[in-house]
């Protein structure tokens, strides 16, 4: 679809234009169409500097009068498909939310803008749920709900993956209005391997959110924010396994069972943040607190410190300034450490595998490995399909510290695409993978 940039595609206002082929007009509708939906299809493009309208205003206010939360279409849904492209195009007004990929491969959204009124309901910006490969970038998203709300309901059967969304990177974008760059509230398929990198963010309700509860939760892990700017933030950090509200300390466990939030190895680096009422919030629920959350090189400008409960955090280089107040406010079973990161030292009893240096990385990253005795080793490089894209070492190593470096290329010498990768070290009866996040 190529819509000229002196053009705007108008949504119909009228709900009997969005009921489904065939249905009786005459009763309320128990579904509606989207205004544009594609299922099933291949090398999907929206370009060309136009503008797509929904006219909302209609639907919010219907909404908004109801008790009965009537049916509203989405501006744009894409269903169970492959290669999209939504370049340079402007999406507003829609009568919920503007942008939906659900299990889709391989979705790069850029240089969009999204608009709608602040207090409009549920228009979130773009919402991909069960996608692979996806890439968000240089896009300005000002709206009444989610800037981008990463979905996970339902396990993904048609990816035998780690989690039902993987490989994500959102970067050089710009949120204003909205409740920021969030994962949730729906999260049962869980959530690997997402950079959020180089945003700014200004007025929004949260700067990164990840919302859920008991019965909607899931695996929430390997996710990076870095290189960030916050102004007039609410809340700068909302990691909360509690949704919508936060009960009080003395909320009891409960049994643990595949719904159950877990949010762990989750990484702030290089964030400014000024001009907020509230640090952040970092809140797990008693059977399963949330762990390693790090913050490093982290600036942040608040009233209120941030609120730590069921969960530990360890900090480098972090500078919270406030108003009143302890700059981290501990609750039960809250904990906040300081680490200075030192070198692996070497054990005769084993070897060590360090993380890649820097991570995201562009153009080169280092691996660095200790080897107790020589030995025979091999380092090679895996995409997020298990595919093997590249071997760094097959030999003979001497005992000692030992580093390598990939440029990101195959073995071919051709460069990779962005994205999610593992490498993993052999040797012995030794073997242990890490993950790492090339960006261009």
């Known amino acids: 679809m190529l819509i000229d940039s002196t053009a705007t595609i108008l949504a119909s206002q009228n709900v009997h234009d969005y009921y489904l082929p065939n249905a009786d007009t005459t009763k309320p509708p128990t579904s509606l169409q989207n205004f544009i939906s594609a299922k099933y299809a291949v090398n999907i493009k929206i370009t060309g500097g136009g503008t797509i309208d929904g006219q909302g205003q209609p639907w919010w206010a219907a909404y908004n009068k109801s008790t009965g939360l009537p049916l509203r279409p989405r501006l744009i849904e894409i269903d169970h498909s492959q290669h999209i492209l939504i370049d340079s195009v402007t999406l507003q007004n829609s009568p919920m939310f503007h942008l939906c990929p659900q299990y889709c491969y391989d979705v790069n959204i850029n240089h969009i803008t999204i608009l709608a009124p602040s207090n409009s309901p549920n228009t979130d910006g773009i919402d991909p749920a069960q996608c692979h490969h996806v890439r968000i970038s240089y896009c300005k998203i000002d709206n009444g709900d989610d800037d981008i709300a990463i979905g996970a309901s339902h396990n993904d059967p048609s990816w035998p993956g780690p989690a039902a969304n993987t490989d994500i990177i959102i970067s050089h974008c710009t949120f204003l209005h909205g409740h920021g760059c969030s994962i949730g509230s729906y999260t049962v398929g869980g959530v690997d391997s997402m950079l959020v990198d180089s945003c700014t963010f200004n007025g929004t309700d949260n700067g990164f959110r990840i919302k859920s509860q008991r019965g909607r939760g899931g695996d929430i892990r390997g996710i990076t924010y870095s290189n960030i700017t916050m102004t007039n933030v609410k809340y700068p950090i909302y990691f909360s396994e509690y949704y919508p509200s936060i009960p009080s300390q003395t909320d009891p466990s409960q049994t643990v069972n595949s719904t159950t939030p877990h949010y762990h190895d989750i990484t702030i680096q290089n964030l400014v943040s000024t001009g907020s009422p509230y640090g952040g919030v970092i809140v797990g629920v008693p059977e399963m607190p949330i762990t390693n959350i790090h913050l490093n090189n982290v600036s942040i400008s608040s009233s209120a410190g941030i609120q730590v409960r ?4 360890d900090t480098s280089n972090v500078n919270l ?3 009143s107040g302890s700059p981290y406010i501990l609750e039960v ?22 993380q890649n240096y820097p991570n995201p990385f562009n153009p080169t990253t280092q691996i660095r490995f200790n080897m107790p005795k020589e030995s025979v080793v091999t380092i090679k490089i895996y995409n997020m399909l298990g595919k093997e894209i590249k071997t760094l070492i097959s030999g003979e190593k001497t005992a000692g510290e030992h580093s390598v470096t990939w440029n990101g290329t195959n073995d071919r010498g051709i460069q990779v695409a962005s994205g999610t990768y593992f490498y993993r070290i052999s040797t012995g009866n030794f073997s242990q993978v890490k993950k790492m996040i090339l960006m261009k």
Do not use: C, M, R
Request: no cysteine; hydrophobic share 30%.
């Open 310 to 313: 069921n969960a530990s955090v």
């Open 321 to 323: 300034k406030v108003s």
């Open 333 to 354: 079973s809250g904990t906040v450490s300081s680490v200075t990161f030192v070198k692996n030292e070497i054990t005769p009893s084993g070897y060590t595998l360090e």
